[in-house]
C-alpha cells in the first residue's frame, strides 16, 4: 500500500490544490491551501475500502461549511457529483458524513465509490479533487485566497 499512498501524495502536489501532503501511518494528509484555520483532506483504506474526509479541529470553520450548504440548500453529495460529472467520474458521491470524532476533530468523511474502476489509485486521486473542489467553494475554506 506504501506504493500507492506514495502517488496519491505526488498526484496530490502535482495537482497544485494542495498547501503541502505527506504520508502519516497508513494514511495521505493534504493540507487546504486557502482554509481560513487548519484544515486537511485524508485519505485512508480501511477494511478494503477508501476513504476521504475533510478534516479541522476548528469548531468555526466546520460550521461555516455547514453553513453554507444549509444555505445553499445543496448537499455536500450534490456538491461533490458536481465536481465528480466535471471530472469525467463515472460513480456519484454516496454518503457523506459529518461528525466530531473522540479527539474532538470535525469530519466530513465519503467513501470513495470505485466500482468498476480498473486503476483504483487514479480512481482514489480524481475523487480526492473532486472532493476538494467541492469543500473548498463552502464556508471559509477560501478566507486566505490571495493573500
Known sequence: MSNELQTLVQQAIDSGRFKDASITGQTVRCRAKDASAEAWYVIDKTDGHWSIALETPDRWL?????????????????????????????????????YRDDAKIYVFRSRVPLEGIADETAGVATYLLAFEAAFSQLGDMQENAGA
Open 62 to 98: 466546520s460550521e461555516s461549511i455547514e453553513g453554507d450548504m444549509l444555505e445553499g440548500r445543496d448537499t455536500a453529495e450534490e456538491l461533490v457529483d458536481d465536481e465528480l460529472v466535471n471530472l469525467d467520474f463515472p460513480n456519484r458521491c454516496p454518503q457523506v458524513k459529518h
